[in-house]
């Protein structure tokens, strides 16, 4: 089945400076890969995504890169704030469906 | 529009005890999941649905069953409830390569 790897598990920044976390998945027949903000007692929410036909995305300071040769996508967070403190996740999708998350990154931006 | 409703948002139940965690949606959403997320851990994929009358099993389903009899409605039944499903529950539903969105999840203590 699908397995999906992340790293690293915690990672601490000053603020203003770059973030990046990595993900590798084993199936090559994934097609969508959403990365997920989680603050400490709420629900996962959405803050970009990817699939399989781009490279790369962005959205103001976030952006995702995709190497489907390798199987690994990363985020990149520039200029971190405080705010962006809080737990991330990849996940890939088959198909569509069965979407299956990484184990996740606790992102510290220390002021 | 409410989105993805979880309930009960706590519960304690004694071993061996059953019960059923309910979660509807209002989105129209084809696919529906149900993860468990145990103190600082990823979110592990239990049950899916990619649509009314199609579930299939993640990777944790022992312990638990499934049904989708409509397309708004996914609940998760534990038969024989075991401190090891001491967890935090989330559903969540989509559309195919689309945004996942969560309930607000319901934590479980088994005791």
């Known amino acids: 089945g699908e397995n999906v790897e992340q790293h690293p598990s915690t990672l601490s920044v000053q603020e203003g400076d770059s973030a990046v976390i990595k993900c590798t998945y084993s199936d090559s027949a994934s097609n969508y890969f959403p990365w997920y903000k989680q603050e400490l007692g709420k629900r996962p929410q959405l803050i970009i995504d990817?699939?399989?036909?781009?490279g790369e995305k962005k959205d103001q300071r976030i952006a995702v890169t995709l190497n489907k040769t390798a199987k690994h996508f990363s985020l990149h967070i520039t200029e971190t704030q405080p705010e962006d403190s809080a737990v991330y996740f990849c996940a890939a999708s088959i198909r569509g469906n069965k979407l299956v998350f990484g184990a996740g990154t606790i992102l510290r931006v220390k002021s | 529009n409410a989105g993805v409703t979880q309930t009960p948002k706590f519960r304690i139940l004694k071993i061996g005890q059953s019960m059923t965690l309910q979660c509807t949606q209002d989105m129209n959403h084809n696919y529906m999941y149900w993860y468990r997320q145990d103190p600082g851990m990823g979110l592990k994929l239990i049950y899916y649905s990619v649509g009314a009358g199609i579930t299939d099993k993640g990777e944790v389903p022992n312990g638990y069953n499934v049904s989708r009899s409509t397309t708004e409605d996914f609940p998760l039944r534990l038969e024989l409830a075991a401190p090891s499903q001491t967890s935090v529950y989330f559903c969540a539903s989509s559309n195919s390569n689309t945004e996942a969105f969560f309930g607000q999840g319901t934590r479980l203590t088994v005791v």
């Open positions: 990817i699939r399989s036909n781009v």
